[in-house]
């Protein structure tokens, strides 16, 4: 059996750096991971080196989701590699970010890889997509950073 995979790409027209750095910071990261619809972040930390560790709570309703994850590889402002540790993973997860420069910004392509079925996989994908479009929210409504 093939290993189950999400690829999620979208444009922003902000530049790589800007798109990248959002990732490495907890204020940031509580703005956009926002998987789904009356979900929230009321806490979000990140240690950013690798190694180093990011914890991303995730909040639906009144259940609390835990997220958490360990860089493993920082290539600033072209790739970011993360494994992902939630209620929903399995070991190995892993999360690999993409960031390509283009004419009006950043083309951002998004790698999930491992997943306990095709519906986790397939929520993923969703969930995934959903948070890349809050980020490009966040990012044009946000000031100078």
Do not use: C
Request: charged content about 25%.
């Amino acid at each position: 059996m093939s290993e189950l995979t999400v690829v999620v790409s979208r444009r922003f027209s902000a530049p790589a750096a800007r798109v990248f750095e959002a990732w490495l910071d907890p204020d940031m990261l509580a703005k956009f991971m926002i998987p789904g619809t009356n979900m929230s972040v009321p806490k979000a930390t990140a240690d950013p080196r690798v190694g180093g560790e990011f914890e991303i709570m995730m909040q639906a309703d009144d259940q609390e989701i835990p997220h958490r994850g360990i860089y493993k590889e920082i290539s600033r402002h072209s790739r970011l590699v993360f494994t992902w540790d939630s209620p929903f993973s399995i070991a190995g997860s892993t999360v690999t970010l993409d960031f390509q420069e283009v004419a009006d910004g950043t083309e951002l392509t998004l790698t999930h890889v491992k997943f306990p079925s095709e519906e986790s996989r397939d929520n993923h994908h969703a969930g995934w997509g959903k948070i890349l479009e809050t980020l490009d929210l966040s990012l044009s409504g946000a000031g100078a950073g």
